[in-house]
């Protein structure tokens, strides 16, 4: 059998769990006969039929009004956002109502939902196509935010969110849908709000996600030359982030970056480091650091877009220079 790739360990999840639960349905631009614009959907209508994989209207404001109402109804939506940035158009449903819901009727009521939005730059779509809002719905109190990094991950943080009894924003970063890579079989159970250790080091601590953890892996694999050990996190999870895990691997290293794909400023690297430099102040031997784009819309030059993603390179210079 051929490695599989991101995209189809998304696809595999939601057969899986569409086929261990008929509350389990799809909503989304494109996504029945089409498969979705990334190919992420694609055979399941033929699986499990147009009553439970729908095309929507191009509304996104629909397709989140109608998903928080099937949820509410005891239904399990998974909804696709063809770009994250065309959630703006949704977040009445997602924020005021899909996050609160639970609050409004004193806990008597759940919104089981999943918002699957493809984020990220990498594939020249220009400043519409391309952000990385991760950071505004980790600000809203009642959703909860992943975003895997690898094959297995993808599949195992994809069931955790359909499973979850809670409103689920489900980021699935575009440059990543090729991503080939290892998935047990059966697959390993992942909770939400759990990191990992993707590579064990005494140097520097990396928390990064996404499609940085890659990029982060491929610095620490340049500085071991050099006798430079990185310690590099995989979140998983933006919210709830497993700060228990960030605290232990700072105090073998001593040294924190945080490291993601979306814009430094006000991104969800300055809630790492605000805490950390709170509960982590005794073990800092360095001011904390944080590498992500710049604060500016990205580009539809592909060199442009290119030079926006916070690469390697400037984190292997971040590297040198907390260590100074």
Known sequence: MAEPRVRDALNRALADAMAADERVVLLGEDIAGFGGSFGVTKGL??????????????SEAII????????????????????MDFVTLAMDAIVNQAAKAHFMFGGQCSVPMVVRLPHGGGISAGPQHSQCLEAWFAHIPGLKVVCPATVGDS??????????????IFIENKALYALKGDMP???????????????????VTIVTYGACLG???DAAKALASAGIELEVIDLRSILPWDEAAVLRSLQRTHRL??????????GPGAEIAARMADIGFDELDAP???VGSPFAPAAFSKEIDSAFFPSSARLIEAVRRILA
């Open 45 to 58: 209508l033929d699986r499990f039929g147009p009553e439970r994989v729908r095309d929507t209207p191009i």
């Open 288 to 290: 904390i650091l944080r």
């Open 64 to 83: 989140a009004g109608a998903a928080v109402g099937a949820a509410m109804s005891g239904l399990r939506p998974v909804v696709e956002i063809m770009f």
């Open 257 to 266: 970056i945080v490291y993601h794909e979306a814009v430094e400023a006000f």
């Open 155 to 168: 599949y195992s943080l994809m069931r955790a969110a359909i499973d979850d009894p809670d409103p689920v």
């Open 185 to 203: 079989d059966p697959p390993a159970a992942v909770a939400i709000g759990e990191a990992a250790v993707a590579r064990g080091g005494r140097d």
């Open 215 to 217: 990029h982060a892996l």
